[in-house]
């Protein structure tokens, strides 16, 4: 039997490495509050990412929760957004009192439709609110377009899209702002942690109070805020993780390749669309889509189970879409969403981490073939 294999696994430094990093804590006694840590890390983020200004979180959820709360949106506004995408970006929606409209997403790479982002707006319609999902890049230009003609913001979860860049351009640079995610899950990652990345460096001041419970000085609390601090063992955690990425990187693309190569001409299977030209990737998620059409209904479920005999894990990202999740069933605007349900119902992301073995890449494979 198989050892047990999961989507994905968490890199990490060498102990040692982490150890001599933290040693210093044990002098200062400064374990979060913006430490040392906090500001090297935003300053290295911020050079590898390629952006102008950066606002470290305790997460990639509190991250977007707060650049929302932070433009200020009137109550009951409307956001328009994917639903395709993992629960947290529809939830920093509704968490601001604000309304999520869903729009359908394409399937040649999973983001959202920019062509019918336009007749879902409204005089209440504030922000659009795309996902990056899997790495691939949205179409920032045409959205960019939309948003200006109509006086919208743009907040683009880049939670898939760690260190991606288009022409050389970090993706953090879209739109009003960016938020990334570096969950232990992540292709980059501080155990729990993510940031902000914006255009408008006001932006910077008003984040830090919003993460520091709206405190302005000692004795003037101005808004009310959260608490959404990194901690100085998750920056340091940052600060060594950081020296691999690319290496990383260049495994998980190397063994991107390889499952390419193997799946390729199998029948009813399609991959992602990637621009190789323009974009640099991260190559986070390897997600397969496995077409009813001829694969028949249930054959994402059928390899899914199969995998998990054989004690390997794939994930049903993104299963169900987040406007079919219990808690919002028919709460918001009725769109249809043919495409989010088709790719929700026939997408399985396999396993994929730069330590990944191409013996159990093969197994998949032939696990796959058997099934079709
Ligand atoms: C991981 C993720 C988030 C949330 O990030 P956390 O750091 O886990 O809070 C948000 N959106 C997407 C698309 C994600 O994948």
Request: glycine share 6%.
């Amino acid at each position: 039997m198989q050892e047990k294999v999961l989507v994905t696994r968490s890199s990490m430094p060498k102990f040692e490495e982490y150890v001599e990093m933290i040693r210093p804590l044990w002098d200062s006694h400064w374990l979060t509050n913006m430490g040392e840590f906090h500001k090297k890390l935003e300053q290295k983020l911020k050079e590898y990412l390629r952006v102008q200004n950066l606002s470290l979180m305790v997460n990639g959820h509190m991250a977007l929760e707060l650049v929302i709360q932070a433009m200020g949106f009137p109550e009951g506004s409307e956001v328009i957004t994917t639903p395709f995408t993992f629960i947290s970006t529809t939830h920093a929606i509704i968490r601001n009192k604000l309304s999520p409209v869903f729009c359908d997403i394409k399937l040649s790479d999973y983001t959202i439709d920019e062509n019918r982002i336009e007749e879902l707006i409204t005089e209440k319609t504030v922000a659009i609110l795309p996902v990056h999902v899997y790495g691939n890049i949205c179409n920032v230009e045409k959205i960019q377009q939309i948003a200006d003609k109509y006086n919208l913001k743009v907040i683009y979860d880049a939670a898939h899209a760690f260190g991606e860049t288009v022409n050389g351009v970090g993706v953090g640079n879209f739109g009003d702002a960016s938020v990334f995610s570096f969950h232990a899950t992540k292709v980059y990652n501080t155990i729990e942690g993510g940031a902000v990345t914006f255009r408008d460096e006001s932006l910077y001041k008003k984040l830090y109070n919003l993460k520091n419970f709206g405190i302005r000085s000692e004795e003037v609390v101005a808004e009310v805020g959260s608490n959404a601090k990194m901690n100085e063992f998750s920056a340091a955690m940052g600060l060594c993780n950081l020296k691999y990425i690319e290496p990383n990187i260049k495994a998980r693309k190397e063994l991107i390749k390889y499952y390419a190569s193997k799946l390729r001409d199998v029948k009813g299977i399609r991959l992602c669309a990637r621009d190789t030209e323009s974009v640099e990737y991260s190559y986070g998620y390897f997600p397969v889509l496995f077409e009813s059409e001829i694969c028949g209904q249930a054959m994402r479920d059928k390899v899914y189970d199969r995998l998990m005999e054989e004690n390997i894990y794939s994930r049903k990202y993104f299963y169900p879409i987040t406007s079919d999740a219990t808690c919002f069933k028919n709460k918001y605007k009725n769109i249809p969403l043919e495409n989010a349900r088709y790719a929700g119902a026939n997408i399985l992301v396999l396993p994929l981490y730069p330590e990944l073995d191409k013996t159990v890449i093969d197994e998949i494979v032939r696990i796959i073939r058997e099934c079709i």
